[in-house]
């Protein structure tokens, strides 16, 4: 495995939970998958269509979104909300984000050794 693959198989790793908490957060606002993957996309969070349409089924089905369909516009589409649960799912994760940050950011300044 080269270097760049390395690299690229971590980051992977890295973003992948960064992607749930993205969602949960942004979808307190309705919207649907494509336009989600857009917003996403603009905001640094690059992820393709094959992994967030699963991720949004799997939410949904853990109850942290619900999601109705609209078929008022020409092409009927899935929209997805954050869930009460999925509010305090995206509290608690925001919170640990916060103190894992510190405590990365205390490790890059040297502190802890």
Known sequence: MGDDDLITGH???LRR???VLA???RLRTPDYGYAL???LDTLGFSV???TLYPLLRRLEKQGLLTSEWNTEESRPRKFYRTST???QMASALTDDWGRIDDSLRRLIRGEGS
Request: net charge negative.
């Open 11 to 13: 980051l992977q790793e």
């Open 17 to 19: 939970g960064t992607v």
């Open 23 to 25: 969602c949960l957060l």
């Open 37 to 39: 993957l857009e917003t």
């Open 48 to 50: 393709d269509a094959n």
């Open 85 to 87: 649960e999925g509010e």
